[in-house]
């Protein structure tokens, strides 16, 4: 039988406020092969952990429970310690008696009990455990960015600089994400092309950096330092190395009706088209959805046109297969849709917009070449109303609980760029709470009140409605407890944001977790803000949450410092914690080889002797480099043939019958 | 199929118009309605409050009267209707509610919010339909510009009432062109009356009606209806002198527009 030690983590007061540390102790030394146990207030403190390095050498222990936090916080801390007395890392068992047990608990007799249960669910599988041996695999030295914002650059030019190659795959023609359609940028003002195109003509040239356009990752496999992903190139019917970007084709076009979406339908554009001016490639594509050739293969007019040929209506999707050691998800935020708040009265009336489609009417490179005017009729507006909060911090199904974090400043700085520009517009905003944490933030939003005498109103708005050619804004006033009435000519919903749509598919083609919101969520919230509980999986950017842009370049360098962290490993420890095959119990059904999701287990025919009888078997056999350890072959297999080393179903059942026991 | 109906008080005295317009009408579509035996008060506004059972007792009482005749519940008056789809809900998804009430009333069965509680503008879109009732109506209402005041209390909470949008409703104005006549969309139609404040404080129920009269005259409304006996009561009584609009129940149009007021 093994010796057995028992550490009860106090962790503080977090455990020992709702677990009687001694009775756990006490009744952990009852258990059958345990030979000592003891409590201490940090087990993860250095004097925690060489308590339990002598007591190893001391009691001359083959085992190790550690009764503490999630397994996910300080399991590798106690099992490298186990590995520096000379003990297998794997005989090294955490019970976790915080996140389950003394966190969401409160009566301490109850949580004791739980306690002594998740102990001995722990003990008596370590008493079935047995050494394993990690393995090696390789890592491919090249990352992949999904996601061509601010977010994906920053992390790919980071990731190039230190000398590894990265893709860029972005979904849109051009690179360039939200912040492309953004005016100015808080608190300095700047304007947000004059910081973004650079670093697009950076990314675009540089030698390490391949940018994957108007292309999607449609699935990826394997595993960290080895993933094998597919990315559909689709088809731009324009050659990306010949077109030069001229734009004689967009002006021949005679298709003209489509709605421009970089402008966010504020105008049309044609059917081939460049999004932007300083669109990285700066190359054409043809919208097949309103392209008169593609659609009812008349015109060709653009074909006719263009002087080196590029043009090539037949053009099909491109298949790129690529492998990669590192994956970054920067698939970034869309503003929410605003049509079901009803009673602010989007879609009711034209001059009611949001902040992107005002950042596109106050951009010099947008449908009004910058000039500030009424939607409905083009005229100039005197009275300019904002409604922050629409759909941040809303409880109900049409918006999101969470705050949105950008729209106070970004609202601020709308607010203080229209009292600069035009003087005579008055500006209203409406606020819940005005939210200002950030470097000179709260110092911009003071000179938006005191100096651009912008109206700030504490309060929510009813209704917005239509009267005698402007908008009347019903809303309270929480400072006077009045209900106001205020006439508009515009009024800007400050609109929530959410994970871009791609998001959700994305984080389960790399079984990366997401939250309830969409958002994908980081390994610890913490300690691992960029990395994703999937190894090898990174987050940069918005989809992990709402941010900033000066907030999401950091992101975007960290996330970048830990992929090159990951590539400039030669090989990377694997867990011995794979699927294995019981040859005389197997009977060849394949229900593993359909249910695992790596691809790992192949077939082969195998003489075995069974108890005497030889024969040649269809046998299940484990690629140990691919198993990832998740156990569902396991599961699947109706024999009882597929097993999980470290958990072994032997060992799962000892840990079901002692938590019954009791 | 027949209906239970549950009339309300306010419906046998100050609001008999909704209730009998209503009655011809069904008549006139062929729809067949009993009213329950032994119905009592919804409770008026007091079943709202979230740690009272008691109050709750005399809607789950109606609730299971229909539940045990297997029909579907017919209301008309809009606080009967919300306060008896509010007290529905809490029985089918408040357990503290639901056993409360069970164990005080010892019904046969105990109530879980088996009840279908419909209004009788439901019955119109959803039943009868709206194309149906056009092809019925016999004395179009035709060149009258209708205002729907749907007031509060058929609206909200939304996502419990699930009756139509609370913002930008549409089931009035599909009604008021079923019957031939003109829907005009005014931007108070979903505002508050006043409701009991015209009790304590006069001025500002005469404040908000004058806003709804307004907003309706303006959009050029000549005449409103309600379902709500109590927005009735306000707008037709509590506007300043010279602001009145006539204003009549929807079912009495209803009965207008089908021949038999």
Known sequence: ????????????????????????????????????????????????????????????????????????????????????????????????????????????????????????????????????????????????????????????????????????????????????????????????????????????????????TYSEVESVKGFVGSF???????????????????????????????????????DNRTSIFIPFA???????????????????????????????????????????????????????????EVDAFDELGYTQNKDVITSLELERLMNAAGPTGGKLVKVSDGSHPTDITFIQCVGSRDCTSRGKEYCSKICCMYTCKHAMLIRDKYPDINVNVFYIDVRTPGKNYDEFYRRAVEDFGVNYIKGQVGKVYAED???????????????????????????????????????????????????????????????????????????????????TVAQAGAAASKVIGLLVKNKLVTSPCIATTDELLCSGCSNCFNICPYGA????????????????????????????????????????????????????????????KR | ???????????????????????????????????????????????MAKDEIATKLSSVRTLNQAKELGRPLITLCSACHHVLTLVNHDMKNDSNIRNKANDYSKFDTPYKGETEVIHFLQLLRDVVGFDNLKAKVTNPLKGRKIGAYYGCLLLRPSAKLAFDSPENPTIMEDFIKAIGATPVVYPFRNECCGGYIAVTDKGQATKNVDRIIDSAKYKGCDELVTACPLCMYNVSGNASEGKDISIKYFTELLAEALGVK
Request: hydrophobic residues 40%.
């Open chain 1, 1 to 212: 039988m093994l010796k057995i030690g028992v550490f009860v983590c106090w962790c503080g007061s977090n455990i020992a406020a709702t677990v009687d540390i001694d009775q756990v102790v006490a009744a952990a030394k009852l258990q059958p092969g345990v030979v000592m146990a003891t409590g201490y207030q940090y087990m993860c403190s250095e004097n925690g952990q060489s308590l339990m390095r002598k007591a190893v050498e001391e009691y001359k222990l083959d085992g190790v429970v550690i009764c503490a936090c999630s397994p996910r916080m300080h399991e590798a801390t106690f099992r490298k310690n186990a590995q520096r007395v000379g003990l297998n890392p794997f005989m090294v068992e955490i019970a976790n008696i915080r996140e389950h047990c003394s966190w969401i608990h409160k009566d301490k007799e109850q949580g004791t009990i739980k306690a002594i249960a998740l102990a001995n669910a722990a003990i008596a599988k370590v008493s079935l455990n047995a050494p394993l041996i990690s393995g090696e695999s390789s890592v491919t030295k090249r990352a992949l960015v999904i996601g061509g914002g601010i977010a994906g650059l920053q992390t790919a030019l980071d990731i190039a600089e230190a000398g590894f190659e990265v893709d860029v795959v972005e979904r849109q023609a051009t690179i360039g994400g939200n912040m492309a359609k953004i005016d100015k940028t808080f608190p300095t003002l700047d304007c947000a092309a004059c910081i973004l195109t650079p670093k697009m003509v950076d990314a675009a040239s540089h030698e390490n950096i391949e940018l994957i």
């Open chain 1, 228 to 266: 094998k992903a597919t990315i559909r190139k689709k088809a731009r019917y324009v050659n990306e190395k010949t077109c030069t970007g001229c734009g004689l084709c967009m002006s021949k076009c005679p298709s003209k009706k489509s709605k421009n979406e970089f402008n966010l339908g504020l």
């Open chain 1, 278 to 336: 300083q669109a990285i490639p700066n190359v054409a594509v043809i919208d097949p959805q309103s392209c008169i050739k593609l659609t009812r293969d008349k015109c060709g007019l653009c074909q006719s046109v263009c002087e080196v040929k590029a043009i090539d209506f037949t053009m099909q999707d491109e298949i790129i297969e690529r492998e990669y050691g590192a994956i970054v998800v920067a698939t970034g935020f869309k503003p929410i």
């Open chain 1, 469 to 551: 050619g402007k908008l009347i804004v019903q809303g309270s006033d929480l400072i006077t407890n009045e209900q106001i009435f205020i006439k508009s000519d515009m009024v800007v919903l400050a609109s929530a944001i959410e994970p871009d749509p791609s998001a959700k598919k994305v984080a389960s083609m790399l079984t990366a977790s997401i939250d309830t919101n969409n958002f994908l969520t980081e390994a610890h919230a913490k300690l691992r803000p960029v990395e994703s509980p999937t190894a090898g999986i990174f987050l940069s950017g918005v989809c992990q949450g709402p941010k900033d842009i000066p907030e």
């Open chain 1, 601 to 660: 287990i192949g077939y082969e025919d195998k003489l075995i002797n069974d108890h005497g009888i030889r024969e040649t078997r269809r046998i299940a056999v484990v690629n140990p480099a691919l198993c990832q350890g998740c156990g569902a072959c396991s599961v699947a297999c109706p024999s009882g043939a597929m097993d999980l080393l470290g958990y072994t179903n032997k060992q799962i059942m000892a840990e079901v019958d002692a938590i019954c």
């Open chain 2, 1 to 47: 199929m027949i209906y239970s109906y549950y009339p309300g008080c306010t419906l046998k005295t100050k609001a008999k118009e909704l209730d009998i317009y209503a009655r011809r009408s069904l008549e006139a579509l062929g729809i067949q309605m009993e009213e329950l035996a032994d119905w009592q008060c919804c409770g008026g506004v007091y079943p």
